[in-house]
């Protein structure tokens, strides 16, 4: 089933490759979802997400005969995605953390069991520094390994190791003092 | 609150964007290729000599050249006139001069006693 799709992948990237709209067209179906929730899960403003996605399924058209596989592909996506990410989150920093708390989430059918710590969750990955959260996202959304992560985005595998670590930390304690402010809230 | 790498995978599970999404990559593709053949092939884009766009900026242009050349025309009239008139002053202050002295020379000519022989 699995190479049957990536076979039909392969043909459609080949018919990108050679100007053809709907080979294209099936590329951007099979990976507008992994792209969008990078952005998504990275910046929590589903407009600006995707608006980025464009962006990158646009520079992707632009240089669709630098894609060798559709291993390489997804990895030049993902790649594309994060550094962009990063760039857009430099540019509207002040703005984003207007925004973070403002947005809306995008209607989707949940199967989580705890909606409100998944929320919660989302939020205090959002607060994370840039490069903490985007390892953070490409770890628990993309399944990356620290070694695919580091060669991604450039850096030592050890300190892919030792962000991803001190992340998790930081995200306990903001889940902590997230749930304390709400319990008095409340009470 | 305690939460498991599960609970973290679940929260960012992946997400879709809005329907029609490829359609509007496909749209914003077609628009920026547009673009650059117009940019690659400015004969095509641009209007020509006698086209109507920019008529009225044209019209507006011709006036704005028809009035500076006008008030430079003006200008070099006046200019000449007020030559015309020094000079005309001038060679009847000379004549006056002249007149003035004859007269004078005249005036002691007629009125200066004869010498005795």
């Known amino acids: 089933m699995e190479a049957q799709q990536d076979n039909r992948l392969e043909a459609a990237l080949g018919k990108a490759v050679r100007g053809d709209q709907a080979g294209f067209a099936e590329i951007v179906e099979e990976h507008q979802g992994m792209v969008f929730s990078i952005a998504f899960h990275f910046l929590r403003n589903s407009s600006l997400a995707e608006e980025l996605a464009q962006e990158v399924f646009l520079h992707l058209y632009q240089n669709l005969s630098s894609i060798q596989s559709t291993a390489h592909l997804k990895y030049w996506l993902r790649r594309v995605t994060a550094h962009r990410c990063i760039d857009q989150s430099r540019r509207l920093k002040f703005r984003q953390e207007v925004a973070l708390d403002e947005v809306a989430e995008p209607a989707v059918a949940s199967s989580s069991p705890d909606l409100m710590l998944s929320e919660r969750l989302q939020k205090s990955v959002a607060s994370l520094p840039e490069k903490q959260r985007m390892i953070v996202i490409l770890r628990y959304q993309e399944e990356l390994g620290p070694a695919e992560i580091a060669e991604l985005l450039k850096m030592p595998v050890n300190t892919v190791k030792s962000t991803l670590n001190r992340s998790l930390a930081e995200l306990r304690k903001k889940l902590a003092r997230s749930f304390g402010e709400m319990k008095y809230a409340i009470f | ?117």
């Open chain 2, 1 to 117: 609150m305690p939460f498991s790498e599960e609970d973290l995978r679940c929260a960012l599970r992946r997400k879709m964007p809005g329907p029609a999404f490829t359609q509007r990559v496909l749209a914003r593709i077609g628009q920026v290729e547009d673009n650059k053949s117009a940019q690659a092939n400015p004969a095509v884009s641009r209007p020509g000599f006698f086209s109507f766009r920019f008529w009225p900026a044209r019209i507006a242009a011709l006036a704005a050249m028809l009035v500076i050349a006008i008030g430079v025309m003006q200008y070099d009239r006046y200019k000449t006139h007020v030559k015309q008139e020094t000079a005309k002053r001038q060679a009847l202050l000379g004549i006056e001069i002249a007149s003035t002295t004859l007269n004078q020379a005249l005036h002691r000519a007629l009125v200066r006693p004869a010498k005795p022989h």
